[in-house]
């Protein structure tokens, strides 16, 4: 198709002249051309690529879509192995460990220390970034979960290997021939002092008996003090291993020196009034890691039921000690 020709009025003799184009103008039109056209098809081709997407494409959708549902599905498998977790945490403080004395395992330990903030970020910066950087933390304090789990039973197993060990240490019969529990004098707890005759706490328990009474070893222990000690008078402590301690106070006479081994039921020493006594009798105290508690609560091999119930109304009655 041939050009339009244009004209122009020459303004000398008022006639109309025909134009005569030059290269510039004709490489002016074909740059304009050139650019309209690119422009129109990147245009199409975004348009195709955007409402028709290739088979590599439509492969890629297909999978990550798989990979959403699969994150989902293993999201929800470990709520569910974390509530399982939870429960065998709770069972192992509140049960196992309890049954032997154990403390229970602190929750920062559990948990353990998290991986570094610059992980999860990395974590953060991938596909379905939320959803697999919440299941890596899921999964990272599971595992760390699992392993103090694990190391737990472990130490419950070895307890269960000195079980019997423990049972023939620890405190579990009176210090004092005592079947009628006729020489329970003053129990544990808040009691009126004999010689300043005000209330004051009283760590032990005393027993009333005449000066050469024998006095026994309330568990297999070793003997950690036999001497002299400020208000208690000639005393004996004995070490009796899993934290736990026995201290025998106001003796006439130890019978036993540092170091030595000692089975329950072995006379240690004789009930005397020395120290701040106002009376022949024997101080008893029974200490849990390092602090005084209830004796009796440890009379188990001693007492049947109605006399441990007997026992404590007993002990419950004093209220003023003899030290």
């Known amino acids: 198709m ?74 929800r498998q470990v709520d569910q192995m974390q509530i399982v977790m939870t429960d065998l945490q709770q069972r192992d403080d509140n049960l196992y460990r309890v049954l032997f004395g154990a403390e229970p395992i602190p929750l920062a330990i559990r948990q353990g220390t998290q991986r570094k903030i610059d992980y999860y970020e990395q974590i953060s910066r991938m596909s ?6 919440e299941l890596t933390l899921k999964v990272d304090m599971l595992e760390k979960e699992l392993y103090t789990q694990a190391k737990s039973y472990d130490e419950i197993l070895e307890m269960t290997k000195t079980q019997e060990i423990r049972m023939e240490n620890i405190p579990a019969i009176q210090p004092v021939m005592n079947k009628d529990l006729k020489r329970v004098a003053s129990g544990y707890g808040m009691r009126i002092d004999p010689v300043y005759h005000v209330r004051r706490f009283h760590q ?40 736990y301690e026995t201290l025998y106070a106001h003796l006439y006479k130890s019978l036993v020196r540092k170091g ?36 009796r609560n440890y009379y188990f091999y001693d007492l049947s039921p109605e006399e441990y119930d007997q026992m404590i109304q007993l002990s419950n009655n004093f209220g003023q000690m003899l030290d």
């Open 128 to 133: 379905n970034s939320q959803l697999a950087g």
């Open 204 to 243: 032990g328990m005393d027993f009333t008996a005449p000066i050469g009474t024998e006095i026994f070893a309330t568990g297999n222990a070793t003997v950690k003090f036999s001497g002299w000690k400020q208000g208690y008078g000639n005393t004996v402590i004995l070490d009796h291993g899993f934290g």
């Open 260 to 295: 030595q081994k000692v089975r329950r039921s072995d006379i240690i020493a004789l009930v005397g009034n020395t120290g701040k006594s106002t009376g022949p009798h024997l101080h008893y105290e029974v200490r849990l890691n390092g602090k005084p508690i209830d004796p």
């Open 2 to 75: 041939a050009a339009k020709k244009k004209y122009k009025i020459n303004p000398e003799t008022l006639a109309l002249e025909q134009v005569e184009h030059g290269l510039r103008y004709w490489l002016r039109q074909t740059g304009i051309y050139l650019f309209g056209g690119i422009i129109i098809g990147i245009l199409f081709l975004f348009l195709f690529l955007y409402f028709f997407p290739s088979p590599r494409e439509k492969q890629f959708i297909r999978e990550k879509e798989a990979l959403e549902s699969s994150l989902e599905v293993l999201n």
